[in-house]
T-cell receptor, first 115, second 115 residues
Framework: AQSVAQPEDQVNVAEGNPLTVKCTYS??????LFWYVQYPNRGLQFLLK??????LVKGSYGFEAEFNKSQTSFHLKKPSALVSDSALYFC?????????????FGTGTRLQVTL | DTEVTQTPKHLVMGMTNKKSLKCEQH?????MYWYKQKAKKPPELMFV???????INESVPSRFSPECPNSSLLNLHLHALQPEDSALYLC??????????????FGEGSWLTVV
């Protein structure tokens, strides 16, 4: 079974500082990994994904993620946090069943950016 | 901005009512999904339709009945729900597994309260 783990329930960072939200994965075969963000009372917004290729993936709103095969990690990063980045972040892995696919999410990490 | 539209945004229903949640996408996607999300928890997959056929049913109780009338529409029919079914219901769409890196896009969700 495929899974992702987000070890931190909450990450606190000051505005202007770099941020990291951690994710590790357990997948048989090639991993297809995603990051989504959820603002309060909203749906999920896609940030970025890793399929193959460069280990550093760039996404929306200045976010990037580093795929590390040896550490089975896919951490989300941003060089300079904004208060508006405060939200719930989900790491997810995509699996396949026949012609259908499914996303399995981590437990989520709440990012709090303060002035 | 999401191109997956869900209606209604909020729904309050009694345990004996029959109601439906609706979802529409115009991205030409041939896979559509229903997820359920409880507060502060990750989304959980309920159903997947691939090419308008039900491909995945994650052992969802029969009081939830999905329907995919065409490739752009997805409904979730609700009947005899329980208060514990109160949650955010998220619709999503993507291309099917023909492209393994295809992104799954989510709507803003429908907030369901069962009284």
């Amino acid at each position: 079974a495929q899974s992702v783990a987000q070890p931190e329930d909450q990450v606190n960072v000051a505005e202007g500082n770099p941020l990291t939200v951690k994710c590790t994965y357990s997948v048989s075969g090639n991993p297809y990994l995603f990051w989504y963000v959820q603002y309060p009372n909203r749906g999920l917004q896609f940030l970025l994904k890793y399929i193959t290729g460069d280990n550093l993936v760039k996404g929306s709103y200045g976010f990037e993620a580093e795929f590390n095969k040896s550490q089975t990690s896919f951490h989300l990063k941003k060089p300079s946090a904004l208060v508006s980045d405060s939200a719930l972040y989900f790491c997810a892995v995509r699996g396949f069943i026949g012609t259908a696919s499914k996303l399995t999410f981590g437990t989520g990490t709440r990012l709090q950016v303060t002035l | 901005d999401t191109e997956v539209t869900q209606t209604p945004k909020h729904l309050v229903m009694g345990m004996t009512n029959k109601k439906s949640l609706k979802c529409e996408q115009h991205m030409g996607h041939r896979a559509m999904y229903w997820y359920k999300q409880k507060a502060k928890k990750p989304p959980e997959l309920m159903f997947v339709y691939s090419y308008e056929k039900l491909s995945i049913n994650e052992s969802v109780p029969s009081r939830f009945s999905p329907e995919c009338p065409n490739s752009s529409l997805l409904n979730l029919h609700l009947h005899a729900l329980q208060p514990e079914d109160s949650a955010l219901y998220l619709c999503a769409s993507s291309q099917p597994t023909g492209g393994s890196g295809n992104t799954i896009y989510f709507g803003e969700g429908s907030w369901l309260t069962v009284v």
